[in-house]
């Protein structure tokens, strides 16, 4: 659950920073964006081989968030060990709907 919390809270932050280039447009009410997962990060491992690709996501509607969206639970959908990359697929209208994908490869 605070996984899911502070996912949720990443995505609010991430769409609503419009002075640092991650939101294509600034002033946008919809924006649908990809994150890399930083590489410096233990849990990645760029010698890995992207064989196998894993999908974990969480929906929110206003307050009433459903779903996991952890790399987890997209290591586990998966199939996967050992994570080459992750990518993150944000979807966001009005800060009324949110969606997030979390995209795993590896092997």
């Known amino acids: 659950m605070k996984k899911l919390m502070m996912l949720s809270v990443l995505a609010v932050v991430v769409v609503s920073m419009s002075g640092c280039g991650v939101v294509p447009m600034k002033g946008t009410s919809m924006a649908a964006i990809t994150i890399d997962h930083v590489a410096s990060d ?18 929110a ?26 990518d993150y697929d944000v979807t966001n209208i009005l800060f009324l709907y949110n969606e997030i994908k979390t995209i795993v490869y590896g092997e």
Do not use: Q, Y
């Not at 064989?51 to 974990?56: E, V």
């Open 42 to 59: 233990p849990v990645v491992d760029n010698s890995v081989k992207p064989a196998k690709k894993g999908i974990a996501s969480s929906k």
């Open 61 to 86: 509607i206003l307050l009433f968030n459903t779903g996991d969206a952890s790399i987890g639970t997209a290591m586990r959908e998966g199939g996967i060990s050992k994570i080459h990359r992750v």
